[in-house]
């Protein structure tokens, strides 16, 4: 069965602030043909990366990043906001489209040279993952590209990306 994700992804204007229209995956997620299918897309599409762990930042790239490393039979590494994780962590400041936030990371989710692909649901401005990789980085892991249900190309993210494989499903 051809999935077209766009059918199973709902628009809504004005969330969570006037002027942004918010992608909500909720409607794929719940259709549990949709969301195999989009996580199988996902791991076709970086089959080639020789992956070694996933990592997803809090909370959709959980949802995403989870079954990914599941289906690519790897480990799966959250990337939790600051003062989640309950071990020694490390941590970076970062902005949203529409605010900032602080992201952290297990000082020993990563092995020095262990090849990540870091798995989310959105790109948008490039902001989160750019963080994401400094984090990951930092421990010494290997950034072999970035997997997503949804990119907007509009917001220009993968220039905050600069030298990473990007991978998205579906582009606004």
Do not use: C, W
């Amino acid at each position: 069965m051809s999935f077209n994700f766009k059918d199973y992804i709902r628009v809504i204007p004005d969330f969570p602030q006037p002027g942004i229209r918010f992608k909500d995956i909720t409607t794929l997620l719940k259709d549990g043909q949709a969301y195999r299918a989009a996580i199988d897309a996902l791991k076709e599409s970086v089959s080639d990366l020789q992956i070694d762990v996933v990592a997803g930042p809090e909370a959709r790239g959980f949802v995403i990043g989870a079954p990914l490393a599941l289906a690519l039979g790897v480990g799966f590494v959250p990337i939790r906001k600051s003062g989640k994780l309950p071990g020694e962590t490390v941590e970076a400041a970062y902005d949203l489209e529409y605010g900032k936030d602080k992201l952290a990371v297990h000082k020993d989710a990563i092995q020095p040279g262990q090849r990540v692909l870091i798995a989310d649901d959105l790109l948008a401005t490039g902001g989160t993952i750019a963080t994401t990789s400094q984090l990951l980085r930092q421990l010494g892991g290997d950034i072999v590209g970035a997997a997503f249900l949804i990119e907007l190309g509009y917001l220009n993210g993968r220039e905050k990306l600069p030298g990473l494989e990007i991978r998205s499903l579906v582009t606004y």
